[in-house]
Protein backbone atom coordinates (compact mmCIF):
# COMPACT_ATOMS: atom_id res chain seq x y z
CA UNK A 1 0.00 0.00 0.00
CA UNK A 2 1.70 3.39 -1.02
CA UNK A 3 1.54 5.77 1.74
CA UNK A 4 1.51 9.76 1.53
CA UNK A 5 3.90 11.73 2.32
CA UNK A 6 3.14 12.87 5.74
CA UNK A 7 4.21 15.52 8.05
CA UNK A 8 5.01 16.01 11.45
CA UNK A 9 1.83 18.60 12.31
CA UNK A 10 -1.15 16.17 10.11
CA UNK A 11 -1.97 14.41 13.34
CA UNK A 12 -1.41 14.75 17.71
CA UNK A 13 0.60 11.45 16.65
CA UNK A 14 2.82 11.07 13.78
CA UNK A 15 5.19 8.34 12.96
CA UNK A 16 7.31 8.82 9.39
CA UNK A 17 9.30 5.94 7.93
CA UNK A 18 8.87 4.08 11.02
CA UNK A 19 11.17 1.03 11.03
CA UNK A 20 12.38 -1.61 13.96
CA UNK A 21 14.48 -4.60 13.84
CA UNK A 22 15.38 -7.04 16.38
CA UNK A 23 18.45 -8.87 14.67
CA UNK A 24 17.71 -9.90 11.38
CA UNK A 25 13.95 -9.56 12.01
CA UNK A 26 11.85 -6.50 10.91
CA UNK A 27 9.11 -5.85 12.84
CA UNK A 28 7.90 -2.70 11.21
CA UNK A 29 9.21 -1.62 7.85
CA UNK A 30 9.07 1.93 7.04
CA UNK A 31 5.45 2.79 8.55
CA UNK A 32 4.40 6.29 8.03
CA UNK A 33 0.88 7.14 10.05
CA UNK A 34 -0.69 10.36 11.10
CA UNK A 35 -3.49 9.76 14.00
CA UNK A 36 -6.21 12.33 14.34
CA UNK A 37 -7.10 14.00 17.52
CA UNK A 38 -9.92 13.07 19.49
CA UNK A 39 -10.75 10.09 17.70
CA UNK A 40 -10.48 6.01 17.77
CA UNK A 41 -7.72 4.44 15.56
CA UNK A 42 -7.53 0.93 15.88
CA UNK A 43 -4.48 -1.35 14.49
CA UNK A 44 -5.44 -4.87 13.58
CA UNK A 45 -3.41 -7.28 12.05
CA UNK A 46 -2.43 -11.49 12.27
CA UNK A 47 -0.46 -12.31 15.64
CA UNK A 48 3.48 -10.97 15.46
CA UNK A 49 3.06 -8.45 12.67
CA UNK A 50 4.11 -5.55 15.12
CA UNK A 51 1.01 -3.80 15.98
CA UNK A 52 2.34 -3.99 20.08
CA UNK A 53 5.75 -3.03 19.05
CA UNK A 54 3.75 0.02 17.16
CA UNK A 55 1.93 1.23 19.96
CA UNK A 56 5.25 1.33 22.65
CA UNK A 57 7.01 3.35 19.74
CA UNK A 58 4.00 5.87 20.22
CA UNK A 59 5.32 6.53 23.97
CA UNK A 60 9.15 5.68 23.07
CA UNK A 61 8.59 3.05 25.42
CA UNK A 62 10.52 1.01 21.79
CA UNK A 63 12.67 3.50 20.02
CA UNK A 64 13.13 2.76 15.91
CA UNK A 65 16.10 1.97 14.18
CA UNK A 66 15.19 4.21 11.28
CA UNK A 67 12.43 7.10 11.38
CA UNK A 68 10.55 9.04 13.74
CA UNK A 69 7.86 9.61 15.78
CA UNK A 70 6.05 13.26 16.26
CA UNK A 71 3.64 14.36 19.00
CA UNK A 72 2.14 17.67 18.75
CA UNK A 73 4.38 18.49 15.81
CA UNK A 74 7.52 17.75 17.79
CA UNK A 75 9.67 14.91 17.49
CA UNK A 76 10.25 13.05 21.03
CA UNK A 77 11.99 9.61 19.81
CA UNK A 78 15.30 11.15 19.94
CA UNK A 79 14.50 12.74 23.62
CA UNK A 80 16.26 11.10 26.74
CA UNK A 81 14.46 9.90 29.07
CA UNK A 82 14.15 12.43 31.61
CA UNK A 83 13.14 14.56 28.95
CA UNK A 84 10.05 11.85 28.04
CA UNK A 85 8.58 12.36 31.54
CA UNK A 86 6.24 14.94 30.67
CA UNK A 87 5.38 14.30 27.25
CA UNK A 88 4.43 10.36 29.31
CA UNK A 89 2.19 12.56 31.41
CA UNK A 90 -0.04 13.29 28.26
CA UNK A 91 -0.56 9.42 27.94
CA UNK A 92 -2.63 6.93 29.69
CA UNK A 93 -1.46 2.96 28.56
CA UNK A 94 -3.54 0.28 29.20
CA UNK A 95 -1.36 -3.05 29.26
CA UNK A 96 -2.85 -6.01 27.57
CA UNK A 97 -3.35 -8.33 31.13
CA UNK A 98 -4.03 -5.00 32.72
CA UNK A 99 -0.40 -4.92 34.83
CA UNK A 100 -2.09 -4.07 37.61
CA UNK A 101 0.25 -4.42 41.08
CA UNK A 102 -1.37 -7.29 43.08
CA UNK A 103 0.32 -6.11 46.00
CA UNK A 104 -1.38 -3.05 46.16
CA UNK A 105 -5.05 -1.81 46.78
CA UNK A 106 -7.26 -0.91 43.97
CA UNK A 107 -6.52 3.25 45.10
CA UNK A 108 -3.31 2.47 45.69
CA UNK A 109 -2.63 1.26 41.92
CA UNK A 110 -4.71 3.76 40.95
CA UNK A 111 -2.50 6.66 43.06
CA UNK A 112 0.66 5.22 41.42
CA UNK A 113 0.97 7.39 38.32
CA UNK A 114 0.69 10.08 40.61
CA UNK A 115 2.98 9.38 43.18
CA UNK A 116 5.42 8.89 40.22
CA UNK A 117 4.84 12.59 38.77
CA UNK A 118 4.15 14.52 41.69
CA UNK A 119 4.90 15.08 45.53
CA UNK A 120 1.02 14.56 47.12
CA UNK A 121 0.29 17.08 49.82
CA UNK A 122 -3.74 17.07 49.65
CA UNK A 123 -4.71 13.99 50.36
CA UNK A 124 -8.44 14.44 50.41
CA UNK A 125 -7.94 15.86 47.19
CA UNK A 126 -6.56 12.21 45.74
CA UNK A 127 -9.18 10.73 47.55
CA UNK A 128 -11.86 12.56 45.26
CA UNK A 129 -10.12 12.31 42.35
CA UNK A 130 -9.84 8.54 42.56
CA UNK A 131 -13.30 8.29 43.26
CA UNK A 132 -14.03 10.60 40.58
CA UNK A 133 -12.03 8.03 38.01
CA UNK A 134 -13.28 5.23 39.69
CA UNK A 135 -17.07 6.23 39.13
CA UNK A 136 -16.05 6.59 35.46
CA UNK A 137 -15.61 3.03 34.73
CA UNK A 138 -18.33 2.40 36.99
CA UNK A 139 -15.81 0.70 40.08
CA UNK A 140 -16.75 3.34 43.03
CA UNK A 141 -16.44 1.81 46.18
CA UNK A 142 -13.81 -1.11 45.06
CA UNK A 143 -11.17 1.05 46.63
CA UNK A 144 -10.09 -0.89 48.82
CA UNK A 145 -10.11 -4.21 47.15
CA UNK A 146 -7.45 -6.23 45.97
CA UNK A 147 -6.73 -6.97 42.89
CA UNK A 148 -6.83 -10.92 43.03
CA UNK A 149 -10.21 -10.49 44.69
CA UNK A 150 -11.63 -8.78 41.13
CA UNK A 151 -12.76 -10.21 37.93
CA UNK A 152 -11.16 -10.16 35.02
CA UNK A 153 -13.42 -7.52 33.97
CA UNK A 154 -13.31 -5.62 36.92
CA UNK A 155 -9.47 -5.48 36.48
CA UNK A 156 -9.36 -3.86 33.14
CA UNK A 157 -11.57 -1.45 34.14
CA UNK A 158 -9.71 -0.40 37.01
CA UNK A 159 -6.53 -0.33 34.90
CA UNK A 160 -8.20 1.93 32.96
CA UNK A 161 -9.09 3.90 35.71
CA UNK A 162 -5.26 4.37 36.45
CA UNK A 163 -4.50 5.13 33.06
CA UNK A 164 -6.77 7.97 33.39
CA UNK A 165 -5.66 9.59 36.35
CA UNK A 166 -3.10 11.87 35.27
CA UNK A 167 -6.03 13.32 32.56
CA UNK A 168 -3.83 12.05 29.43
CA UNK A 169 -4.85 13.49 25.90
CA UNK A 170 -3.98 10.41 24.48
CA UNK A 171 -5.10 6.70 25.89
CA UNK A 172 -3.17 3.53 24.23
CA UNK A 173 -5.13 0.42 24.61
CA UNK A 174 -3.17 -3.40 24.11
CA UNK A 175 -5.62 -5.68 23.65
CA UNK A 176 -8.25 -4.24 25.92
CA UNK A 177 -11.27 -7.62 25.52
CA UNK A 178 -9.04 -10.21 25.61
CA UNK A 179 -9.58 -12.82 27.69
CA UNK A 180 -13.34 -11.43 28.55
CA UNK A 181 -16.72 -13.17 28.06
CA UNK A 182 -18.13 -11.45 24.60
CA UNK A 183 -20.94 -9.02 27.69
CA UNK A 184 -17.74 -7.75 29.67
CA UNK A 185 -15.71 -7.21 26.29
CA UNK A 186 -18.42 -5.00 25.35
CA UNK A 187 -18.46 -3.12 28.87
CA UNK A 188 -15.19 -2.18 27.80
CA UNK A 189 -16.08 -0.91 24.36
CA UNK A 190 -18.68 1.15 25.87
CA UNK A 191 -16.15 2.58 28.39
CA UNK A 192 -13.68 3.18 25.15
CA UNK A 193 -16.46 5.32 23.50
CA UNK A 194 -17.39 6.90 27.36
CA UNK A 195 -13.75 8.18 27.53
CA UNK A 196 -13.58 9.25 23.71
CA UNK A 197 -16.85 10.93 23.95
CA UNK A 198 -16.83 12.69 27.44
CA UNK A 199 -12.77 13.27 28.14
CA UNK A 200 -12.39 14.25 24.91
CA UNK A 201 -9.14 11.72 24.32
CA UNK A 202 -7.71 10.46 21.49
CA UNK A 203 -7.58 6.59 21.47
CA UNK A 204 -5.29 4.11 20.28
CA UNK A 205 -6.09 0.57 20.06
CA UNK A 206 -4.61 -2.99 19.09
CA UNK A 207 -7.35 -5.83 19.25
CA UNK A 208 -7.98 -8.98 17.40
CA UNK A 209 -11.82 -8.55 18.31
CA UNK A 210 -13.76 -7.82 15.10
CA UNK A 211 -16.98 -7.30 17.03
CA UNK A 212 -14.77 -4.33 19.16
CA UNK A 213 -13.30 -2.81 16.06
CA UNK A 214 -16.93 -2.06 14.72
CA UNK A 215 -18.09 -0.92 17.49
CA UNK A 216 -15.29 1.67 18.64
CA UNK A 217 -13.64 2.62 15.38
CA UNK A 218 -13.35 5.63 14.02
CA UNK A 219 -10.27 4.76 11.98
CA UNK A 220 -8.94 0.71 11.45
CA UNK A 221 -5.20 0.02 10.05
CA UNK A 222 -3.99 -3.34 9.27
CA UNK A 223 -0.84 -4.31 9.08
CA UNK A 224 0.99 -7.35 8.03
CA UNK A 225 4.36 -8.35 7.98
CA UNK A 226 5.49 -5.01 9.17
CA UNK A 227 3.59 -2.97 6.51
CA UNK A 228 0.58 -1.53 6.71
CA UNK A 229 -2.05 -2.83 4.07
CA UNK A 230 -5.88 -1.20 4.44
CA UNK A 231 -6.52 1.98 5.89
CA UNK A 232 -9.90 3.28 6.57
CA UNK A 233 -13.56 3.00 7.78
CA UNK A 234 -15.32 0.19 8.88
CA UNK A 235 -16.94 -0.08 4.96
CA UNK A 236 -13.77 0.39 3.24
CA UNK A 237 -12.08 -2.93 5.64
CA UNK A 238 -15.25 -4.72 4.79
CA UNK A 239 -15.07 -4.25 1.23
CA UNK A 240 -11.45 -4.42 1.17
CA UNK A 241 -10.25 -6.17 -2.11
CA UNK A 242 -6.80 -7.67 -0.71
CA UNK A 243 -7.91 -11.46 0.10
CA UNK A 244 -5.67 -11.36 3.09
CA UNK A 245 -7.80 -8.29 4.65
CA UNK A 246 -10.85 -10.26 4.26
CA UNK A 247 -9.03 -13.36 5.32
CA UNK A 248 -8.52 -11.60 8.94
CA UNK A 249 -11.78 -9.91 9.28
CA UNK A 250 -13.69 -12.85 8.71
CA UNK A 251 -11.68 -15.27 10.65
CA UNK A 252 -11.32 -17.64 7.95
CA UNK A 253 -7.97 -19.63 7.37
CA UNK A 254 -6.00 -19.37 4.42
CA UNK A 255 -5.89 -22.41 1.63
CA UNK A 256 -2.17 -23.12 2.21
CA UNK A 257 -2.97 -23.40 5.75
CA UNK A 258 -5.90 -25.85 5.45
CA UNK A 259 -3.80 -28.06 3.16
CA UNK A 260 -0.59 -28.50 5.57
CA UNK A 261 -3.94 -29.41 7.98
CA UNK A 262 -5.26 -31.66 5.78
CA UNK A 263 -1.91 -33.48 5.33
CA UNK A 264 -1.91 -37.17 4.76
CA UNK A 265 0.47 -39.47 6.90
CA UNK A 266 -0.20 -37.40 10.19
CA UNK A 267 -1.43 -40.29 12.08
CA UNK A 268 1.38 -42.48 13.43
CA UNK A 269 1.01 -46.55 13.48
CA UNK A 270 2.29 -46.61 17.55
CA UNK A 271 -0.14 -44.50 19.87
CA UNK A 272 1.31 -43.88 23.15
CA UNK A 273 -0.51 -44.13 26.35
CA UNK A 274 0.11 -42.53 29.46
CA UNK A 275 0.93 -45.13 31.55
CA UNK A 276 3.92 -45.55 28.88
CA UNK A 277 5.51 -42.39 30.55
CA UNK A 278 5.36 -43.27 34.14
CA UNK A 279 8.04 -44.26 36.42
CA UNK A 280 8.48 -48.08 36.83
Known amino acids: MVQKDIKPEDGILVVRNL ?39 LIVLERPNEGEVYYRGKRIDNLSERELVPIRRKFGFCFQMGALFDSLTVYENIIFPLRQHYKITDWKAVDELVKQKLALVGMDGYQHYFPANLSGGQRKRIAIARAIVLNPEIILYDEPTTGLDPITADVINELILKLQRELKVTSVVVTHDMKSVYKIANRIVMLYKGRIIADGDAKHIQTHPNEIVQQFIQGKVGNAELEALRLSGTKFPTQFQPEDFQNR
Do not use: N, Q, W
Not at 23 to 51: F, H, N, Q, R, Y
Open 19 to 57: TKRYGEKVVLDSISMAIEESKTTVIIGPSGCGKTVFLKH
